[in-house]
């Protein structure tokens, strides 16, 4: 019945199936990146209200706890993803994004941290299925149009994350601390969004029947995955993928907590996230659609060309980071003096910056490890490239 379904809406091809892979993404961190923005905002707002309940920078343990279970998590999801298939390995991973965003209405010490360590295996597991599906779907020389396809739809999440917290922050005016009600509505809404994504990715097809790629032993996958150590060329990508997780934090917590703590500019208060979310949106999705034009008119664009469109764009980004906010700014909140003149749309392109340059990365990534390596080795070596991030 599912394949019947499939043929009538033609999922059994390949763009098609990259679109409605795309939306799953997007779903899925409509909710999740759009909270990223916001806990630690929302953390140090509980712990004023109820002090013990929770630290007051409880964002970051809990990104830290996030990012180790992530490392470590990195070894084994290649062989959750050899026995389940890429698809079902994502379902997984987004139930456990689905429960994360549900905590937020018990929020305390014990839980937050637990749910965290769970997300960092939550991003393991989808992020190293999201290589090997695209691996699965993806034909010779398309490498670089489906990642940059896929990156830009991904991205329509911030836009759906952006109108929802404008709409609450808009209300709230310029008020530092966000209340218990207001938290437990944020985190209520942007559930949905990660209960949507586990029904696309429910429906997703299943293309690891038609993959080359064996359900290999545990001896056999394990050995797949120590040989990588021994190649080169992983050690030469791994400075990239290092960077890539130092520039995916910054602009998903750090920046986010600088523009909400830092209150030099009278008359804007937290919907200034939202304007972040927006701007996060428009300029991923115009880097991965520009990359994924070019990609097919231009040869090899996808790869040089779009680095170098990526450096200078970080360059002058954590230049006016450094000339326009705060030294604590990423903190509490500051009204400490600044090198440039506070200004919101210097705040936005700053933001904008690096969000193209990070667009231009991942899509870099996944053509790259696409292209050089072979199935049977996908889950390995994209687990392994988030191992390094």
């Known amino acids: 019945m599912t394949s019947k379904f499939y043929a009538k809406i033609d999922l059994n091809s390949e763009l098609p199936c990259v679109i409605m892979f795309g939306m799953a993404f997007m779903f899925v961190f409509a909710g999740f990146d759009t909270q990223a923005f916001i806990t630690e905002i929302a953390l140090q707002s509980v712990s004023d ?15 830290c706890i996030t990012y180790f279970a992530f490392t470590l998590s990195t070894f084994v999801t290649p062989l959750v993803v050899n026995y389940l298939s890429a698809k079902w390995t994502m379902f997984l991973a987004s139930l456990l994004y689905t429960t994360f965003m549900l905590t937020f209405v018990l929020v305390n010490n014990y839980i937050f941290y637990i749910t965290s360590a769970l997300m960092g295996i939550a991003a393991a597991l989808i992020w190293t ?9 993806t034909t010779s020389g398309n490498e670089s149009r489906n990642s940059g396809l896929h990156w830009s739809i991904n991205f ?34 942007l559930s949905t969004f990660t ?10 097809p299943n293309h690891s029947k038609r993959s080359v790629v064996k359900r290999d032993s545990f001896l056999a996958t394990v050995g797949k995955s120590a040989e990588l150590f021994t190649d080169v060329k992983v050690y030469l990508l791994a400075v990239c993928f290092m960077f890539m997780g130092i520039s995916l934090s910054f602009y998903i917590t750090i920046y986010p907590s600088c523009l909400s703590f830092s209150k030099s500019i009278i008359g804007f208060g937290n919907e200034i996230l939202a304007y972040y979310a927006f701007i996060t949106s428009a300029s991923q999705i115009f ?10 008119r231009i040869n090899n664009f996808g790869y040089m060309p779009t680095m170098l ?13 450094c000339l326009a906010f705060p030294k604590n700014a990423n903190l509490r909140p500051t009204n400490d003096a600044t090198y440039l003149s506070p200004s919101l749309s210097i705040w936005l392109i700053i933001g904008m910056l690096i969000c193209i340059g990070d667009s231009c990365w991942n899509t870099l990534r ?24």
Request: net charge positive; with cysteine; charged share 10%.
């Open 129 to 137: 299925g999201h290589g090997v599906y695209m691996k699965e779907i």
């Open 309 to 321: 469109i990526a450096l200078p764009s970080y360059l002058v980004a954590f230049l006016g980071v």
């Open 156 to 189: 329509v999440s911030l836009t759906f994350g952006g109108a929802l917290l404008l709409l609450i922050f808009h209300k709230t005016g310029e008020a530092e601390a966000l209340s218990m009600g207001l938290i437990k509505y944020i985190f209520g809404g």
């Open 366 to 389: 996944t053509a790259v490890l696409t292209k050089m390596y072979s199935r049977d080795s996908s889950s390995q070596v994209f687990a392994l490239s988030k191992f390094f991030q």
């Open 195 to 204: 209960i949507s994504s586990n029904i696309l990715f429910a429906f997703l």
């Open 49 to 63: 209200a109820y002090p013990g309940r929770i630290s007051s920078h409880a964002g970051y343990y809990g990104m």
């Open 287 to 296: 880097g991965g659609c520009f990359i994924s034009f070019l990609s097919k």
